[in-house]
């Protein structure tokens, strides 16, 4: 089973572009759909968008449509999530996941391998 290890994030000032990264540890995403979710606090899991590494088709949620753009570098088995002109709503824990081909929901219970998470707080 692949595992996920995620960097960047930290504190952002709104309207700030950061890059998020999940790179595989242990196996590569060969497979997998890799997918990005955050959760602020009080509120559920939602979820952002995924890359199906075998097709390299991507999906965003509406919620983030047009704000965040998904990327892989295959060579390094890493998949970025760049959010832009992010708001202090934005703020939440980011999560990537993974889930094995073919995918069959994008809610979380779909997804079995997990990374750490990491904070994004955008300050106003």
């Known amino acids: 089973q692949v595992q996920l290890v995620q960097s960047g994030g930290g504190l952002v000032q709104a309207g700030g572009s950061p890059r998020l990264s999940c790179a595989a540890s242990?196996?590569?995403?060969?497979?997998?759909?890799v997918g990005w979710f955050r959760q602020a606090p009080g509120k559920d899991r939602e979820f952002l968008g995924l890359i199906d590494w075998n097709r390299g088709t991507i999906y965003y949620a509406d919620s983030v449509k047009g704000r965040s753009t998904i990327s892989r570098d295959n060579p390094k088995n890493t998949v970025y999530l760049q959010m832009n002109s992010l708001r202090p709503e934005d703020t939440a824990v980011y999560y990537c996941?993974?889930?094995?081909?073919?995918?069959?929901?994008?809610?979380?219970?779909?997804?079995?391998?997990w990374g750490q998470g990491t904070q994004v707080t955008v300050s106003s």
């Open positions: 996941a993974a889930a094995l081909l073919p995918i069959r929901t994008y809610a979380p219970e779909g997804f079995g391998s």
């Open positions: 242990g196996r590569t995403f060969g497979g997998y759909a």
